[in-house]
């Protein structure tokens, strides 16, 4: 039978459309995969256009204890909870420090921070890792008090503010780096108290929300004069005054949300998504989730992690401060399954598998 030759560019359209499991799989194929499926930027990029254009993107998480340690767990998986259901990642470089802060995913590219001082960025998938430039301000004792990640596609960048502050000194020190300028550039912000040490990315802006119960946004795309902007949270949240506790998230249908409860009440968790951005009336409850009380306010519910629009929360829970474990739950099927972590520091973010990478 003769052979068919398929045009490479064929080959390379059809590729585009398959998982990233499957392609890392292909590199044994032949030089040319390897070196396509690896190396070829256009390829990382438009096999990930694709996968978020088709929406088969898979809602992972990556969490990480102390060592440090990393696993990740698949949120849409029916045996979330099973010891089976999760898998370890190691590290492709020696850990400088024992004490790792997960600053935030963008593009299936992760970026961490050792001692508050070392960032690196590391896609899990591949094993590309790259160490970034130190912060321009001298690393506080105290650690950072918020931070987050995000891109730009308009100019291909990724962003990284970090926010520190003494508590002892009344100092803050703050920077944003920028993977096209390979730089970091101080900023002159007033650090806030939130519930969150990573902010939430939606418009090409972070979120957090203030123990106040104020939601600041920090819009990435500024140039020269950074700065926060406040936007308001439901009314019945916002009038509590600080008697509420609670997460910001986006939900699949890209809207703000958010996860809160009442010191009053930490025993029912209210789930709310912002219909039209920065529109304090658009916000819309979607539904409650009720548990049975836990001793402690703060023993519950730590930090939500996504929301979407069938009721899947995933979060972060605390029980009696012995550990701390990953909570997936439907509210409309009255399920709850618990993914533990034996361990009293456990950090976490989202994260979606690609090949794409940060070069100079």
Same mark, same amino acid.
């Given at each position: 039978?003769e052979e068919?030759n398929l045009?490479?560019?064929?080959?390379?359209l059809?590729?585009?459309?398959?998982?990233?499991k499957s392609?890392l799989r292909?590199t044994?194929?032949?030089?040319?995969?390897?070196?396509?499926?690896?190396?070829d930027?256009k390829? #990382?990029?438009?096999q990930f256009?694709a /996968?978020?254009?088709? $929406? %088969? *993107?898979d809602?992972?998480?990556?969490? !990480?204890?102390?060592?440090?340690?990393?696993?990740?767990l698949d949120?849409?998986?029916?045996?979330?909870?099973d010891p089976s259901?999760?898998r370890?990642?190691?590290?492709p470089?020696q850990?400088?420090?024992?004490?790792v802060?997960?600053?935030g995913?963008?593009n299936?590219?992760v970026?961490?921070?050792f001692?508050e001082?070392?960032v690196?960025v590391?896609?899990p998938?591949?094993g590309f890792?790259?160490?970034l430039?130190?912060?321009?301000f001298s690393p506080?004792?105290?650690?950072?008090?918020?931070y987050g990640?995000?891109?730009?596609p308009?100019?291909?960048d990724y962003?990284v503010?970090?926010?520190?502050?003494?508590?002892?000194d009344d100092?803050?020190? #703050?920077?944003v780096?920028?993977?096209? /300028?390979?730089a970091? $550039? %101080? *900023?002159?912000?007033?650090?806030?108290s !939130?519930?969150?040490?990573e902010g939430?990315?939606?418009?090409?802006a972070?979120h957090?929300?203030?123990?106040?119960?104020?939601?600041?946004?920090?819009d990435?795309?500024?140039?020269e004069e950074?700065?926060?902007r406040k936007?308001?949270p439901p009314?019945?949240?916002g009038?509590?005054?600080?008697?509420n506790h609670?997460h910001?998230?986006v939900s699949?249908g890209?809207?703000?949300s958010l996860a809160?409860c009442?010191?009053?009440?930490?025993d029912?968790i209210?789930v709310w998504?912002m219909?039209?951005y920065?529109?304090r009336?658009?916000w819309?409850?979607?539904f409650?989730?009720?548990?049975?009380p836990?001793k402690?306010p703060?023993d519950?519910i730590h930090?939500a992690?996504l929301?979407?629009?069938t009721g899947?929360?995933?979060?972060?829970?605390v029980h009696?401060?012995?550990?701390?474990?990953?909570v997936?739950?439907?509210?409309?099927?009255?399920?709850?399954?618990?993914?533990?972590?034996?361990?009293?520091w456990?950090?976490?973010?989202q994260?979606q598998?690609?090949l794409?990478r940060i070069?100079?």
């Amino acid at each position: 039978m003769e052979e068919a030759n398929l045009p490479e560019e064929m080959i390379v359209l059809i590729l585009t459309w398959l998982p990233v499991k499957s392609l890392l799989r292909f590199t044994c194929v032949s030089k040319r995969f390897h070196s396509i499926i690896l190396s070829d930027p256009k390829f #990382a990029k438009s096999q990930f256009e694709a /996968a978020r254009d088709r $929406k %088969t *993107l898979d809602h992972t998480l990556i969490y !990480s204890v102390k060592g440090p340690r990393f696993g990740s767990l698949d949120l849409g998986t029916p045996s979330f909870g099973d010891p089976s259901s999760a898998r370890n990642l190691n590290l492709p470089f020696q850990s400088p420090a024992p004490a790792v802060a997960l600053l935030g995913s963008c593009n299936g590219i992760v970026f961490l921070a050792f001692d508050e001082k070392i960032v690196y960025v590391w896609n899990p998938s591949t094993g590309f890792f790259k160490k970034l430039p130190h912060p321009v301000f001298s690393p506080i004792e105290n650690g950072f008090l918020i931070y987050g990640v995000g891109y730009l596609p308009a100019t291909d960048d990724y962003r990284v503010l970090v926010v520190s502050v003494d508590c002892i000194d009344d100092k803050d020190g #703050a920077a944003v780096y920028s993977s096209r /300028a390979h730089a970091w $550039k %101080t *900023l002159e912000v007033a650090a806030f108290s !939130s519930f969150s040490f990573e902010g939430t990315l939606l418009k090409e802006a972070l979120h957090w929300l203030s123990i106040r119960n104020e939601i600041f946004a920090f819009d990435l795309t500024q140039q020269e004069e950074y700065k926060f902007r406040k936007m308001l949270p439901p009314l019945c949240v916002g009038d509590d005054n600080g008697q509420n506790h609670g997460h910001l998230g986006v939900s699949a249908g890209g809207c703000l949300s958010l996860a809160c409860c009442s010191t009053d009440a930490a025993d029912c968790i209210h789930v709310w998504v912002m219909r039209e951005y920065d529109v304090r009336d658009s916000w819309t409850k979607l539904f409650n989730l009720k548990f049975d009380p836990p001793k402690e306010p703060w023993d519950y519910i730590h930090g939500a992690v996504l929301v979407v629009e069938t009721g899947m929360v995933a979060g972060i829970i605390v029980h009696n401060n012995y550990y701390r474990g990953l909570v997936k739950i439907l509210h409309n099927e009255d399920k709850c399954s618990l993914y533990k972590v034996e361990d009293i520091w456990l950090d976490c973010i989202q994260y979606q598998e690609s090949l794409l990478r940060i070069d100079d």
